[in-house]
């Protein structure tokens, strides 16, 4: 019993082939946004060291709790206390110690973020780091790009057809290359970001930052193939 044959990868003067890429670039508003959150201690014995810790550590996390659904996601990222050495005579002593503790927080009530950000960067011996601005991987401004990037791909095939006097007649591949945020959470455009580093020195609290939020940029990509009926050459 014979088998057909496996069909070819390429296209035939009866029936050809066209192959294209559909690309997609949309701007669209943030959903989320993330911030960094440092709170350090210094003390002569490690335990007094700690016990600053851990005291400011209880602070930042009750004043982040307290904004309740507006805060998305609370997470401690690392944890660290260091003696710091000093040369005494042909021999080393420590001479203090250091904590150090990271947290993250998402938030995507921005008007919460502007607040937050400032009675943070108002704590003791603290830092806040961000915001880093970024959308859902669920968001539906994925899916949308997706959609146009294959739109175009038919729009393109459909023209290279006319040129030749031909028409699509099937669709034989569509491969995606992805479609994903071009600004990931761990960086920013420059100047999108802030630092901030404040002590406790005054009564009246700070006035709440304006935050304008970073627009993001979604891509998507994909490869087309189709076949098309004999050109009119």
């Known amino acids: 019993m014979t088998q057909d044959p496996a069909p070819q990868p390429y296209g035939t003067p009866e029936v050809p082939r066209v192959a294209v890429r559909g690309e997609a670039r949309l701007e669209v508003d943030p959903e989320i946004a993330r911030i960094g959150i440092t709170v350090t201690a210094r003390g002569t014995d490690r335990r007094t060291a700690l016990e600053d810790l851990t005291r400011r550590n209880n602070t930042v996390l009750d004043l982040v709790k307290s904004y309740g659904d507006a805060v998305e996601k609370l997470e401690t990222g690392s944890f660290s206390i260091n003696p710091e050495l000093t040369r005494h005579g042909r021999a080393e002593r420590i001479r203090a110690y250091h904590g150090r503790v990271h947290i993250t927080a998402e938030l995507a009530d921005f008007t919460a973020l502007g607040e937050l950000t400032t009675r943070l960067a108002d704590l003791e011996l603290t830092s806040v780091d961000g915001p880093w601005w970024a959308l859902r991987p669920t968001s539906p401004a994925h899916g949308e790009a997706r959609r146009q990037a294959v739109l175009e791909a038919v729009q393109r095939a459909r023209e290279y057809a006319t040129a030749l006097g031909a028409d699509l007649a099937a669709l034989v591949e569509l491969a995606d290359l992805g479609a994903e945020n071009a600004l990931p959470y761990q960086a920013a455009a420059p100047g999108a970001g802030m ?13 709440p930052l304006d935050l304008e939020p970073q627009r993001q940029t979604v891509y998507a990509q994909v490869n087309a193939r189709f076949t098309m009926t004999p050109p009119r050459l």
């Open 195 to 207: 630092r901030t580093m404040a002590f406790s020195t005054t009564e009246e609290a700070a006035p």
